[in-house]
């Protein structure tokens, strides 16, 4: 049974910082992409960040500059350290594990909510 567990979301006032895990549990391995996807109350799910299994990692231009991927294959997990959190970055934070287009598994989501 392939399962992705997001923690670390949460309530931060405009500015803060946040780090989001995504345990992965199964058949999920390191040869597997990792991303960050986030959907806004109302709006489609966007792409937020990748890391492939060699370690290349890709932004959204929205969080370039703030927001870093990493991962750490020896615990089958990948963060997302949020810095400068903005009001607009409020949503629901969704882990992906991408091989092909039937390994394609996501986590429940983890609220994160930036507000004063």
């Known amino acids: 049974q392939v399962q992705l567990v997001e923690s670390g979301g949460g309530l931060v006032q405009p500015g803060g910082s946040l780090r989001l895990s995504c345990a992965a549990s199964?058949?999920?391995?390191?040869?597997?992409?990792m991303r960050w996807y986030r959907q806004a109350p109302g709006k489609q799910r966007d792409f937020v960040a990748r890391i492939t299994s060699g370690g290349a990692t890709f932004y959204a231009d929205s969080v370039k500059g703030r927001f870093t991927i990493s991962r750490d294959n020896a615990k089958n997990t990948v963060y997302l350290q949020m810095n400068t959190l903005k009001p607009e970055d409020t949503a629901v934070y969704y882990c992906n594990a991408f091989l092909d287009s039937l390994k394609n598994y996501w986590g429940q989501g983890t609220q994160v909510t930036i507000s004063s």
């Open positions: 199964g058949s999920i391995s390191s040869t597997y992409a």
